[in-house]
């Protein structure tokens, strides 16, 4: 049990003020063991309302409480969400994030942060997925992530060593962002132009589209594998690319398109490449999804901590 306490208006303050220095590693540490920004916000939601009712004069490091009571509150909701996931309609894809203002998204390392990572990982069983996110991304010692899952070291060193062994080749060697970059606007200016070649050259033999609808029209609910499909089916829509505007973004430590149709945000694209050439095109077309990576453009953006930002039972952003 954590020790609680009605806070005192004296100390607020300094409550919050530790808060809203952790606050973008607990969403960071949340936001990659659930793949989704909104339910990332909810964990530091309830973080932010704990730490309000401890009694924090005994809490000897704020970082460690912090740090355990949102692993455990995201592992909690990730048990939930796998079941809530085995109805989705096709193919699931992470809430992609913007990471403009904090390209790692809080963490000491940007490890498990590009959406085909975060794909993987989401197959992973919640422990193994959070000891690895952990030491790779946040750098946590094996005795402290041994603590916040309850597990021994040993235990500990085993899990984390299986989540990387799941890792394949691709995700591995991927290319460094400008490549990314590259190779993402080549992508975007072949299927502009319907050019099947230039994308067939881009693309992996065993290349694969993901589409993210949730069952809306128009979006695959299958995956769609090699490079000549996923070619083909990038141009098939030939009004589609006449009736859209690319805006490049940057979501998930990587470069993105926020496709925008009739002045509104409406899809989502990525790609995920080594220097083989693009094995994963993601689309993400889910409306939920789309805002949720428009309100996370604002997430980190408050200058100041004011009344605007941060009010009591609310917590800081």
Request: hydrophobic share 40%.
């Amino acid at each position: 049990m954590h020790p609680e306490a009605p806070p005192a208006d004296s100390d607020l303050s300094e409550a919050v003020s530790v808060f809203v220095e952790l606050r973008p590693r607990l969403f960071g540490i949340a936001y990659r063991l659930l793949g989704s920004a909104v339910e990332a916000e909810d964990v530091v939601q309830e973080v932010w309302l704990r730490w309000q009712r401890t009694d924090r004069a005994i809490v000897v490091s704020p970082v460690a409480f912090l740090s355990t009571t949102t692993t455990r509150l995201a592992l909690n909701v990730a048990q939930s969400a796998r079941l809530r996931r085995e109805s989705y309609i096709g193919p699931w894809l992470p809430e992609p994030v913007d990471t403009s203002n904090d390209p790692e998204v809080g963490a000491e390392r940007a490890e498990a942060l590009e959406l085909a990572l975060l794909l993987v990982l989401e197959k992973l069983p919640p422990t193994e997925r959070a000891a690895y996110v952990l030491r790779e991304a946040f750098d946590y010692d094996y005795p402290e992530i041994a603590r916040i899952l309850r597990l021994s070291p040993v235990n500990v060193r085993k899990i984390v060593s299986r989540a990387r062994k799941h890792l394949t080749d691709d995700q591995r060697d991927s290319v460094d962002a400008a490549e990314h970059r590259r190779l993402l606007e080549a992508f975007v200016g072949a299927a502009q132009r319907g050019d099947v070649g230039t994308l067939e050259e881009l693309l992996t033999p065993n290349a694969v589209s993901l589409s993210d609808g949730n069952g809306i029209r128009g979006a695959a609910r299958i995956p769609v594998l090699g490079r000549s499909r996923v070619a083909n089916l990038s141009t098939a829509h030939r009004r589609f690319w006449p009736m859209v505007e690319a805006e490049p973004v940057e979501a998930n430590g990587r470069s993105g398109i926020l496709l925008h149709r009739d002045g509104r945000p409406a899809t989502y694209m990525t790609i995920a490449a080594t220097h083989r050439g693009i094995h994963q095109v993601m689309w993400v077309f889910n409306p939920a999804k789309i805002a949720a990576f428009l309100d996370s453009r604002s997430r980190f953006h408050c200058a100041v901590v004011s009344e605007v930002c941060v009010r009591p039972g609310r917590p800081p952003r």
